[in-house]
């Protein structure tokens, strides 16, 4: 029966990096990139049982001349706990070697975190709530240039009926109208600009 890596560890009771190194040394074979549940546990058993054939011959098959000898089967467990969540990391270059299960456990953790923010701003960005800034600075800009225009042409739209109510000239009083309302639009460019006016 073929199973993967991790399961025929877990049915074991063997960390996933023991599992790992006895399929590099040649004493597990895969097939399909899975374990052949048979031909392991009969590796097991050469590993356990040493038969005195091998011994005889000249050239030794591999399964019962592994390369270097694996670490004992029980001890293996019990001086390093088994992370199993890390058991992907595994198969990289190189094999485990002193934190790299923690540091690929952060590293998928930051990746994880960066795709949950990205997901929010698309979800914002879908209903509205998060628009193109550019956009929001060409509208604002719009938007102001249409108010400076209306105030602008505002004294010469008032300035006679104004004038007539008054009795006063209307060229002066367009005049006047459009002096305050110069300051004033200067005034409120100050503000826009972050400067403080004195008064």
């Not at 199973?3 to 960390?15: K, L």
């Not at 599992?19 to 374990?35: C, H, Q, Y």
């Not at 960066?114 to 709530?129: D, F, M, P, Q």
Request: aromatic letters at 4%; hydrophobic letters at 40%; zero cysteines.
């Amino acid at each position: 029966m073929l199973i993967s890596q991790s399961e025929w560890a877990r049915q074991q009771g063997f960390s996933r990096q023991y599992v790992s190194k006895m399929v590099k040394s040649g004493i597990i074979r895969l097939a399909d990139n899975k374990i052949d549940t048979d031909q392991a546990e009969a590796a097991l058993a050469a590993l356990r049982e040493p038969a005195r054939e091998p011994q005889r011959k000249q050239t030794p098959e591999p399964i019962s001349a592994p390369r270097p000898l694996p670490p004992p089967i029980m001890e293996k467990p019990a001086t390093k706990p088994v992370p199993q969540k890390s058991a992907s990391a595994l198969d990289l270059p190189g094999g485990p070697t002193g934190d790299l299960p923690t540091l690929l456990l952060k590293a998928r953790i930051k990746s994880e975190l960066k795709r949950a923010s990205l997901l929010e701003i698309r979800e914002k960005v879908e209903t509205g709530k998060l628009v193109d800034a550019d956009e929001m600075h060409a509208a604002a800009f719009s938007r102001g240039h249409a108010i400076r225009a209306a105030w602008e042409a505002w004294p010469n739209r008032v300035a006679g009926p104004m004038g007539a109510e008054l009795g006063v000239e209307m060229r002066t009083l367009r005049s006047t109208l459009e002096k305050f309302v110069r300051e004033h639009l200067l005034e409120l460019t100050g503000l826009l600009n972050g400067e403080q006016t004195d008064e």
